[in-house]
């Protein structure tokens, strides 16, 4: 299986700043990157996909970019509705995987 | 709109089985390829495994953990995927949601579905003695 290394595991930042989150997969897969926000108790939603392309009625501070094995989700200006669970998931092969997330907390 | 909701969670021994059913209103679902992923309490996400459209052949893959012990199932006259749980560990104890994605992308002859657009609710299965 393709095993997706997210970092920092942990984030706290307050609202405006700007925020990096990494994913690192174990082997290429090109650009079929997905990263998703999960609040607690509810679902993960999904905000990019195909590395870079913004979903549908995701906020445009949230962009992501990348190819091969590295892969990064930027928050230009964190808000409060931003504060959540960030995952990545690797969608190039027959079992997908998913990093084990990011945490990003008020500072 | 695509609206997924799963049903069928609950309490059970380990050792014992459980089904998961997910309702799919609204859309064509006897096209999509669906999925199951859980998240243990506290814990990550993972894939449990899929089951392709029959006009893709309708076959099913599993996550290494689960295989052999669950089986997805659909029956596209209802709109409604199910989730077959055998032998249950305490370690299957998440909460299993119901996804599905717009999109497949193709490598050679290798088809793979892509991000997951919509998913359920969750439905919260305890496996515990």
């Known amino acids: 299986d393709i095993q997706m290394t997210q970092s920092p595991s942990t984030l706290s930042a307050s609202v405006g700043d700007r925020v990096t989150i990494t994913c690192r997969a174990s082997?290429?897969?090109?650009?079929?990157l997905a990263w998703y926000q999960q609040k607690p108790g509810k679902a993960p939603q999904l905000l990019i996909y195909?590395?870079?392309s913004l979903q549908s009625g995701v906020p445009s501070r949230f962009s992501g970019s990348g190819s091969g094995t590295e892969f990064t989700l930027t928050i230009s200006s964190l808000q409060p509705d931003d504060f959540a669970t960030y995952y990545c998931?690797?969608?190039?092969?027959?079992?997908?995987?998913f990093g084990q997330g990011t945490k990003v907390e008020i500072k | 709109e695509v609206q997924l909701v799963e049903s069928g969670g609950g309490l059970v021994k380990p050792g014992g089985s459980l089904r998961l059913s997910c309702a799919a209103p609204?859309?064509?679902?006897?096209?999509?390829?669906m999925s199951w992923v859980r998240q243990a309490p506290g814990k990550g996400l993972e894939w449990v495994g899929r089951?392709?459209?029959?006009?893709?052949?309708?076959?099913?893959d599993y996550a290494a953990p689960v295989k052999g012990r669950f089986t997805i199932s659909r029956d596209d006259s209802k709109n409604t995927l199910f989730l077959q749980m055998n032998s249950l560990k305490t370690e299957d104890t998440a909460e299993y949601y119901c996804?599905?994605?717009?999109?497949?992308?193709?490598?050679?002859?290798?088809?793979?579905?892509?991000?997951?657009?919509?998913w359920g609710q969750g439905t919260l299965v305890t496996v515990s003695s």
């Open positions: 996804t599905t994605s717009d999109t497949l992308h193709c490598s050679g002859a290798s088809c793979y579905e892509g991000a997951l657009d919509y």
């Open positions: 609204g859309f064509t679902f006897s096209n999509a390829w």
């Open positions: 089951i392709k459209s029959k006009s893709d052949g309708g076959t099913t």
């Open positions: 082997q290429s897969i090109s650009s079929w």
């Open positions: 195909k590395a870079s």
């Open positions: 998931q690797q969608y190039n092969s027959y079992s997908p995987t």
